[in-house]
């Protein structure tokens, strides 16, 4: 029989840790200073783009797309272990994307703060022994719908679970992080690989063994018209070419005599601008490439900006 989880402890309740065996009382993270303080902070910064950032980042670490041809956390080609790993490099890119220091007693500080970055690919977080009743800024990445959220909780002893992994870890109650938790960030879009909306006769196209990469660079851009396509999709489509942007470029002109799209690249200001005019950004190095009925009037000089930026 399942043991039966006992009620959720409440401000004023007292606490104490596995690791510290001191007692405490239960603040409400209303009154908690030292989490407001935090909070605060947090909310002083570019909060979203830098945590989107960081997850971008940690995802892209992990598939190695340029090496391994992976773009989909969720594909079987990509095991368990290697999931995990995500939550391990998003720790280190949020340090790196907020300018924080990796110190002790904790992973970071944050004004002067001890705060643990916890991360999590699945449904919960696992507290290490230290990290009881101590700050942690929570993130939780669901690759599978391409979003993300983040929390700021005290993750007291008594809102934990009894149950613990062989490292002494304690998940989060559910009731505890809906009650006590504080969203930093609800549910927010991360950027989606288009090569996730491939099918999977598309997919064998693009990825044929033993077909040249223009080959399979127009096919791409064919399957994908008017659609954004990161530099990242590009570089996991030509993985391990010594060029893959060049061997992309060399596509253009096939591009255009099979499928009748003009592909603008975001390496190129003028192309970029132009992409942006039409409702396409192509910052960070995208491309896209665009029905001459979208370009309209400007169909003519966006076919000499291909033709002078091909190969």
Not at 99 to 115: F, S
Not at 184 to 211: G, I, M, Y
Not at 261 to 290: C, E, I, N, Y
Request: charged share 30%; with cysteine.
């Amino acid at each position: 029989m399942p043991r039966e989880q006992q009620p959720l402890a409440q401000p004023g309740d007292e606490c104490i840790s596995d690791r510290a065996g001191i007692a405490h009382q239960i603040m409400h993270p209303d009154d908690d200073v030292e989490v407001q303080q935090v909070l605060a902070w947090l909310r002083s910064t570019a909060v979203e783009q830098l945590m989107r950032g960081a997850v971008v980042e940690a995802i892209e670490y992990v598939l190695d797309g340029a090496r391994t041809f992976r773009f989909d956390l969720d594909s079987p080609e990509v095991d368990s272990d290697e999931r995990r790993t995500v939550g391990v490099k998003l720790q280190y890119r949020i340090l790196e994307a907020f300018g924080l220091p990796k110190e002790r007693p904790l992973d970071t500080t944050i004004a002067g703060i001890p705060v643990e970055l916890k991360a999590t690919i699945g449904g919960n977080w696992a507290i290490p022994r230290e990290g009881q009743c101590e700050i942690c800024l929570l993130t939780q990445v669901d690759s599978r719908r391409d979003r993300f959220r983040v929390f700021l909780m005290r993750t007291h002893r008594r809102w934990l679970n009894e149950g613990q992994n062989q490292d002494s870890k304690r998940t989060i109650r559910a009731d505890a992080r809906d009650e006590y938790g504080i969203p930093v960030l609800d549910w927010t879009p991360l950027p989606r690989n288009p090569l996730k909306d491939l099918s999977p006769e598309q997919l064998d196209v693009v990825f044929a063994a033993r077909v040249g990469i223009k080959r399979r660079m127009t096919s791409l851009f064919g399957y994908l018209p008017e659609v954004v396509i990161p530099r990242v999709a590009i570089e996991t489509v030509a993985a391990m070419a010594k060029d893959p942007l060049r061997r992309a470029r060399q596509a253009k002109p096939d591009v255009f005599f099979n499928h009748e799209l003009v592909v603008l690249m975001g390496t190129w200001t003028p192309q970029r601008d132009l992409a942006q005019k039409h409702g396409f950004d192509l910052s960070g190095d995208a491309w896209v490439a665009l029905r001459p009925e979208t370009l309209g009037e400007d169909y003519e000089a966006a076919k000499a900006m291909m033709e002078r930026t091909g190969g």
